[in-house]
């Protein structure tokens, strides 16, 4: 049967590609792939891809033209479309830090090791981020996936400029830096061992049990101060998490993640995020019980955010699997951002307003209160900040 499934997307990576970013191999031993020659992916996928959070492909909104699946008369809808694969795509960014100045949230600088994310979180704020790469938000923001292979060598660089002055460096707040992809190409370990060498803060959040993997260098850091970990904890029921987090780490195992890190003496909370109104805001007092048993010390909550083309995805993906709640769950969103589907105001964007929001901040409060959590304070030493010698520095005589 003839297929036309249509994808711009393709060339905006090959002229990424062609611009510096040059294609790299698949993940999880895959041969490797030149993205821009890869089999267009279709707009939509009725029912969703296996494994796939998004169940769509939208064009980003940059883009001129708009995408659609169409009958062509030789029932090209008729059958499957091509499976999904993961490419990878060498990033050619020159600098590594992040800085931001939003005044509602606790830190300026971040690092993000990969754009995009394979968990495919359904929800994620971070997916029109892909748009400015001329790829949707869709499901190219979970199967398009862009590396720092030079991360830590740039890390290092900036942090050893004269004028650099520290403060804690955010890891998580974007991609997951704990995402599968981490499993082989350990750019985040290399980043940890730059700043572990530095002695410069860090704080991560992850929803990957991978973050056990790196305690070699949490645990010391930890020790001085340097370096806490957030496990984020959307919900307890396997298939909700399945659905909405495809290929994040399971509940248990995050449990279990924060049982390793917290033994092993390092700052562990929870990030009960995001909360959905008549879907997953039941289980906050449930998930902050099992987090602190397992040995988190604080905890934070953020109501879920639906920027610019994460409305229609969300609402896409809630009316497959959620038909019979789903006008429910949008009217109390709409009703917690001042009836629209998001507002990006300062202070409100994260925990909404009006009854509903505040029901559930005081759910939350009352919660952490009962089981200690936030008591104890977390704050990192920037203090110790000092940058190792290299070959060839002058040494002090003093």
Known sequence: MKKRWMDKANDAVGALAANGAAASGAVYGEPAVDVASEPAQPTARPGGARGRGSHSNASGRYERFTKALTDDGWGNLDEAPPPLRTSVIRDASRTIITRNQSPDISFDRSINPYRGCEHGCVYCFARPTHAYLGLSPGLDFESKLYMKP??????????????????????????DPYQPIERSRKITRSILQ????????????????????????????????LAKVALSITTLDRQLARRMEPRAATPERRLDAIKLLSKAGIPTGVMAAPLIPALNDAEIEAILARAAGAGARSAGYIVLRMPLEIKDLFREWLEEHYPDRAAHVLSLIREMRGGKDYDATWGQRMKGKGPYAAQLGLRFRMAARRLGLNELNTTLDVTQFKPPPQVGDQMSFL
Do not use: C, F, Q, W
């Open 150 to 175: 030079n991360a830590a060598m740039l890390l290092d660089k900036e942090l050893r400029h004269p004028r650099y002055e520290p403060k804690v460096i955010a890891m998580g707040t974007n991609t």
């Open 194 to 225: 730059v700043l572990a060498a530095h002695r410069h803060p860090v704080a991560i959040v992850t929803k990957s049990a991978l973050v056990t993997r790196d305690i070699d260098i949490h645990g010391p850091m930890a020790e001085r101060g």
